[in-house]
């Protein structure tokens, strides 16, 4: 018998959940938040690169197993604020063309059931609710919007402004990445951020990363009709006897199983967990997989084919706050192709622990200290196309497996020739790409960081999971908000789309609960929390 009945139960905290709970407190209804990880611990060594980068810190520590059984460490956090605790906070909307049908190199991305422009509202409000600074009108493939980003540009440093230019003088027309912080260039006290270099995969000290703990988990906890329950791992979700409603959500926590109900449970685990969670509870109503009538769910994972490319500058390159620069001319091809190739940003800024992270045994540390003195860092993305035999399975154990194969192989390689050459005009050794580095290498499937597409919504629920409300076609009280809804991967980062989907979901969800406005005063006191 359930141990404690609420209107919503919201299973995860990252930018679906998160963004979710921020959406629903104010409604008043009783809102259980579940997290299978705890706080993330606030010490030096946040921003130690040794500690996070060589000695994997944060990491789960969990295995997944690939298609041959091989088991590897998937680059998995488990905190509130789930991987936007880590994350660049590159806040994009997807382009007007990633929601119709594109054709690439290696297949077809497919249409979503939804456009840009009903999205485009909850684009807004999400770039509001994450702080996001950008400038309108320059980036060359940027989608309409109804309103100016809430903040100005994070502006360049001097080697950044010099690359902008020097993009410029080839023909370029660099942007300004939109990065969702809590930065006030104007008045440096009235912002947390303090513009330091550990931006991208380093969880913040100051709280000035715009992150779902922070921007949404947080203000939604001083709601008293709000509870987070830490250290609480859904284990699998039970179903009433027709198999239409989830009745128990069943939790493994500090060693004992503890059993919730509620009227509405929203899954946000992540699509890689996500998947695993529907799969691991299967059922006699549900043979394949809670909700799993398609055969859809844990199939068609993506995650972007990405490369970390590091150029070497001709001078040094000193700049702290390196993510603000995009380059957006090969989005959907070039001169000598029709498809398209992808999106090219800068990473966060590298350094000699980054760096050996990336490196073989045998680089000299000399080498190191150069090449970070030196490096300017690329984080080059390709549009990772859905196939049926790219998924996420679950073992007898509920151990995760995931099989992936990468069908957009040509466009990224043509993306890595088109940066390779322009080293020299941008002021980099030719040479510039050492075989030995992260430079040329794929990120490898352990960099599940981009996880999308295992969960997908549609209007036929033959070949979705999700109704276009993000309801699942076969159970009246089961959504899913993180981003295994995405029915396509497009090639710019996929945060923001969650946080706006969870927004667009979460007015469907007020809707169907009756909330009344005038509960959605914020209320003055904390919070519960149980941990
Ligand atoms: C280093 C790094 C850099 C990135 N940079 C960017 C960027 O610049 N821009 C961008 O758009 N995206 C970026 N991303 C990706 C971005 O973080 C994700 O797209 C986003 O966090 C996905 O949100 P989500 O809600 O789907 O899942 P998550 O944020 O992963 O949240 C899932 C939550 O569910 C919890 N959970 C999982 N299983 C269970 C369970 N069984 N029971 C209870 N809780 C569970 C997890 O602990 C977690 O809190 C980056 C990611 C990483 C790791
Ligand atoms: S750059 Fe700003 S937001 Fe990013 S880690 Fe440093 S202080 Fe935090």
Known sequence: MASDHYDVIIIGTGAGGGTLAHRLAPSGKRILVLERGGYLPREPENWDSKEVFLKERYLSGEQWYDRNGEPFRPHQQYFVGGNTKFYGAILFRLRERDFEEVQHYGGVSPAWPISYGDLEPYYAQAEQLYLVHGLAGEDPTEPW???????????????????????????????????GVDLNESDPEAGRCVRCDRFDGFPCLTDGKADAHVRCVRPALKHDNVTLVTH????????????????????????????????????????????????????????????????????NYMAHINSGVIAISQTPNTTKFQKTLGVN???????????????????????????????????????????????????????????????????????????????????????????????????????????????????????????????????????????????????????????????????????????????????????????????????????????
């Open 145 to 179: 919007r109804s309103a100016d980003f809430p903040h100005p540009p994070v502006s360049h440093e001097p080697r950044i402004q010099q690359l902008h230019d020097d993009f410029e003088k080839t023909g370029h027309r660099p942007f300004h990445l939109p990065v």
């Open 232 to 299: 609480a791992k859904v284990e699998r979700l039970e179903t009433d006897a027709s198999g239409h409603t989830i009745s128990r959500v069943v939790v493994s926590r500090k060693g004992n199983e503890q059993v919730f109900s509620g009227d509405i449970v929203v899954v946000s685990c992540g699509a890689a967990n996500s998947a695993a969670l529907l799969l691991k509870s299967a059922s006699d109503k549900h043979p394949n997989g809670l909700a799993n009538s398609s055969d859809v769910v844990g199939r």
């Open 329 to 531: 001319d090969y989005y959907w091809g070039d001169e000598d192709s029709d498809l398209p190739l992808g999106h090219i940003q800068m990473l966060g800024k590298s350094d000699r622990n980054i760096l050996r992270g990336g490196a073989p045994w045998f680089a000299p540390g000399r080498a190191l200290d150069y090449m970070s003195k030196h490096a300017i860092d690329f984080w080059l993305t390709t549009e990772d196309l859905p196939h049926p035999d790219n998924r996420v399975t679950v073992d007898r154990q509920g151990n995760v497996h995931l099989a992936k194969m990468y069908l957009n192989n040509e466009p990224h390689r043509r993306l890595l020739a088109k940066l390779k050459g322009l080293m020299g005009p941008l002021g980099c050794h030719e040479m510039s790409i050492p075989s030995w580095s992260v430079l040329d290498q794929r990120i490898p499937l352990a960099g599940v960081a981009h996880q999308c597409g295992t969960v997908r919504f549609g209007a036929d629920r033959a070949t979705s999971a999700l109704d276009v409300d993000c309801k699942a076609h076969d159970v009246d009280n089961l959504y899913v908000v993180d981003t295994s809804f995405f029915p396509s991967s497009s090639a710019v980062n996929p945060a923001l789309t969650a946080m706006a989907n969870a927004l667009r979901v979460g007015d469907h969800l007020l809707a169907r609960l009756d909330a009344r406005a005038e509960r959605f005063e914020p209320a003055p006191e904390p919070m519960e929390v149980v941990s």
